[in-house]
């Protein structure tokens, strides 16, 4: 059994990579939404652009984002896919796990060139690592063979 809290996306990926697909395929179908927890414990929640790429998941940020300071204070956030109408249509997809932030010039600029969009140069990198992923479909999406997988199970 795993005794760490969370692994990267990437190692998620390769246990599990059907699943994986399935979310990285919801989460990059805008909008996105990160949900950290502020000082006072109640929550805040962002829409974010999620950037997969084999090794992790990452958010890049301005420097004085609400959402960099409460990972950087408390690390934890949920992210939930966005569904497009009241159908659900294609399905949803929920994770959970602590969110770093990296100071690493090489993995910026290999982490921007995976992005779907161009990082302006003062946006900070995070790294979200995973601990829970749940998957949940409505009428005829093709779900995969695992639904729910939590880190240590």
């Not at 409460?70 to 159908?87: C, I, K, N, Q, T």
């Not at 690493?104 to 690592?129: C, G, H, K, N």
Request: net charge negative.
């Amino acid at each position: 059994m795993d005794t760490r809290s969370q692994i990267t996306w990437g190692e998620f990926a390769t246990q599990e990579p059907e699943l994986a697909a399935f979310g990285s395929a919801r989460l990059t179908a805008a909008p996105a939404y990160l949900a950290t927890v502020r000082l006072t414990g109640a929550p805040r929640v962002h829409p974010v652009t999620p950037i997969f790429t084999t090794a992790g998941l990452y958010l890049f940020m301005e420097p004085t984002s609400p959402k960099g300071r409460d990972l950087r204070e408390r690390g934890w956030f949920a992210m939930h896919s966005g569904v497009p109408d009241d159908a659900g249509t294609g399905g949803e997809f929920y994770l959970t796990g602590r969110g770093f932030d990296l100071d690493d010039p090489a993995l910026w600029s290999r982490v921007a060139d995976a992005a779907t969009y161009t990082p302006v140069e003062r946006y900070i990198l995070f790294e979200l690592q995973v601990t829970e992923v749940r998957c949940n479909g409505y009428g005829d999406v093709a779900l995969p063979s695992t639904r729910r997988w939590s880190l240590g199970r």
